[in-house]
């Protein structure tokens, strides 16, 4: 579970990583007097990505706004993926769009509906109470939810990687809303990973898993199970070595990850000693 934050104005980034966030939730809106003191921009995201946080996109605009209807959303969706392309986002990472407001998912599906067309469901998300995201999760209009606990009366929609517990905090001078990570893959883009234990091209990793690029993160291919980043950077830091434990790591890897704990009983002694060595 990850810790992030979304803000209008945030704290300094120095402040931010001292409280322990992995993450910011960053708003993309038509662009007006009133919307350009909140946006997300190129400068920012790169400080952001140098600091190693990553970015979650968030499309909004006035509250109302998702009650509007297809060519709302439409209209939304090809901004949103223009500011969030300029900043640098991935062209296959989902932006949530804001339904800030207390109303039934069944009145904002019309506008979902409109930004799917443009995305493409694979990256159309909601930010949202539990009925908005109960109901366009069960509908087939979202893939990614950001739930506020905010008209959800204690409730939570467990298909929801995000959500929004504690809003109006200050840190640093600044007010902030409070957020945790659901899933390994929440949205998230702009951090470079590089730390995954096996290579994602390796024949054994490759037989069970799925690798997304992006997220950094493996599926399993039989359960759809979404693992998180690398078990460990061992195998990277020592390259010079593998010959001596490359095939013993690939397979403990794998026995972690598949849950084989017969091998894994003699596997990971044998780790342990030779991982000794390399330090000695």
Not at 163 to 186: C, I, K, L
Request: charged share 20%; hydrophobic share 40%; with cysteine.
């Amino acid at each position: 579970m990850a810790f992030g934050l979304d803000y209008v104005s945030g704290p300094p980034i120095a402040d931010m990583k001292a409280a322990g966030v992995t993450f910011v939730c960053r708003y993309l809106s038509e662009v007006n007097s009133l919307t350009k003191v909140k946006l997300l921009t190129p400068n920012e995201a790169k400080a952001l990505n140098q600091a190693g946080i990553a970015i979650v996109s968030n499309y909004e605009w006035y509250a109302n706004r998702s009650l509007e209807g297809v060519p709302s959303g439409i209209t939304d969706a090809k901004i949103a993926a223009s500011q969030h392309a300029d900043c640098g986002g991935p062209h296959d990472r989902p932006i949530y769009f804001s339904v800030d407001i207390d109303v039934a998912g069944e009145q904002v599906a019309g506008y979902f509906h409109g930004v799917a067309s443009v995305l493409g469901l694979a990256r159309t998300g909601a930010y949202g109470s539990f009925r908005v995201l109960h109901y366009l999760f069960n509908a087939g209009l979202i893939a990614w939810g950001w739930q506020t606990y905010a008209w959800s009366y204690g409730a939570w929609e467990p298909r929801a990687q995000l959500q929004q517990y504690h809003n109006g905090v200050t840190m640093a001078g600044a007010s902030v809303d409070y957020n945790r990570s659901m899933q390994a893959d929440f949205g998230q883009w702009g951090i470079e990973r590089t730390d995954m234990a096996i290579s994602p091209n390796d024949p054994i990793i490759d037989k069970y898993f799925t690798y997304n690029p992006t997220a950094g993160t493996l599926t399993r291919k039989d359960t759809g199970v979404v693992l998180g980043r690398g078990v460990t950077s061992f195998y990277l830091k020592y390259r010079k070595e593998r010959s001596i434990i490359h095939r013993s790591m690939r397979n403990a890897t794998c026995c972690i990850l598949t849950r084989d704990r017969d091998k894994l009983s003699w596997l990971i002694p044998w780790l342990r000693r030779s991982t000794r060595r390399l330090h000695s």
